[in-house]
């Protein structure tokens, strides 16, 4: 069945930013506990070579903070004993990257290399730019078929989502 496009913009622009808001509250009302049991294991697993060869070096005693800015979200996170550990929101980070829910899928999803990102102003570092270069440059080095399955399928629902989301936005745009 095929909606008119009228009854669609209107619904999308009616639950759009609810969307966002449950999203970010999905995450921000989740116990950190919770978070870190679901974060951590999937570092670590997806970074299991990297950790052993010490490439995370530069992280220890430092703390990378991950501030997604469209959804009013910071994540922290920092390296001990070649582990990767997640630290919430109440950390003071040394490096922030920050970028929108867009820019961040791109560089997640490999669409985008982070330098594009960072050249169109789409991702910023703060803090300690050392460390955030380490970072990019370990991004970088990423290879898709290291990555686990579950990891990928969660980031195409995730970026599917953040379509939607933007469809809104477009939709909400052209009807104004």
Same mark, same amino acid.
């Given at each position: 069945?095929?909606?008119? &496009?009228? %009854? %669609?913009?209107?619904? *999308? !622009?009616?639950? /759009?930013?609810?969307? !966002?808001?449950?999203?970010? +509250?999905?995450?921000?009302?989740?116990?950190?506990? %919770?978070?870190? #049991?679901? *974060?951590?294991? +999937?570092?670590? =697993?997806?970074?299991? /070579?990297?950790?052993?060869?010490?490439?995370?070096?530069?992280?220890?005693? &430092?703390?990378?903070?991950?501030?997604?800015?469209?959804? &009013?979200?910071?994540?922290?996170?920092?390296?001990? $004993? =070649?582990?990767?550990?997640?630290?919430? #929101?109440?950390?003071q980070p040394t490096v922030t990257i920050r970028g929108g829910s867009t820019a961040l899928l791109q560089l997640i999803n490999r669409e985008q290399d982070p330098d594009t +990102?960072?050249?169109?102003? &789409? *991702?910023? %570092?703060?803090?300690?730019?050392?460390?955030?270069? $380490?970072?990019? =440059?370990? +991004?970088?080095?990423?290879?898709?078929?290291?990555?686990?399955?579950?990891?990928? !399928?969660?980031?195409?629902?995730?970026? /599917?989502?953040?379509?939607? *989301?933007?469809?809104?936005? =477009?939709? !909400?745009?052209?009807?104004?």
């Amino acid at each position: 069945m095929d909606f008119p &496009k009228d %009854i %669609i913009r209107t619904a *999308l !622009r009616t639950l /759009q930013p609810g969307m !966002r808001m449950v999203a970010a +509250l999905g995450v921000r009302g989740t116990p950190v506990f %919770i978070q870190k #049991s679901f *974060l951590e294991p +999937l570092l670590n =697993n997806i970074f299991a /070579q990297t950790l052993c060869d010490d490439e995370f070096e530069f992280l220890c005693d &430092k703390v990378l903070a991950v501030e997604v800015s469209d959804l &009013k979200l910071l994540l922290g996170f920092t390296c001990k $004993n =070649n582990r990767l550990y997640y630290l919430g #929101s109440g950390c003071q980070p040394t490096v922030t990257i920050r970028g929108g829910s867009t820019a961040l899928l791109q560089l997640i999803n490999r669409e985008q290399d982070p330098d594009t +990102l960072f050249f169109q102003r &789409k *991702l910023e %570092i703060e803090g300690d730019t050392e460390v955030g270069l $380490n970072v990019k =440059n370990l +991004l970088d080095a990423i290879d898709d078929e290291d990555l686990p399955g579950y990891y990928k !399928r969660t980031v195409q629902v995730v970026t /599917q989502c953040q379509q939607w *989301l933007a469809a809104g936005d =477009n939709f !909400r745009a052209t009807a104004q």
